[in-house]
């Protein structure tokens, strides 16, 4: 089955680190641009970080400029995002998205969402 699973999320105090894990079943994450994006309650999906097929190029939101890296390892077919220093604000379900353009088609996979809650 075509999937993209998160893992890594969980509750963590602030100034804290938590590692968003991205991993792929079925298919290969190789042509793909990597993004992740955040939903908090009563808000819309917004986007968080970037990374394009290669790895040789990110781009982040400002709200985490600083604080969180993306990266990604196509041995293992998986995508990270590392969030440092983390703020009550940063509370959110985090998804990640493999997007890529072939045949004049786009194709898009999402996860289902991994909770990270930031509070003392």
């Known amino acids: 089955q075509v999937q993209l699973v998160e893992s890594g999320g969980g509750l963590v105090q602030p100034g804290g680190s938590l590692r968003l894990s991205c991993a792929a079943s079925a298919f290969t994450l190789n042509f793909y641009v990597m993004r992740w994006y955040r939903q908090a309650p009563g808000k819309e999906r917004d986007f968080v970080a970037l990374i394009t097929s290669s790895g040789g190029n990110t781009n982040y939101a400002d709200s985490v400029k600083g604080r969180f890296t993306i990266s990604r390892d196509n041995a293992k077919n998986t995508a990270y995002l590392q969030m440092n220093s983390l703020k009550p604000e940063d509370t959110a379900v985090y998804y990640c998205?493999?997007?890529?353009?072939?045949?004049?088609?786009?194709?898009?996979?999402w996860g289902q969402g991994t909770q990270v809650t930031v509070s003392s």
């Open positions: 998205n493999a997007h890529r353009e072939w045949g004049g088609r786009p194709y898009d996979f």
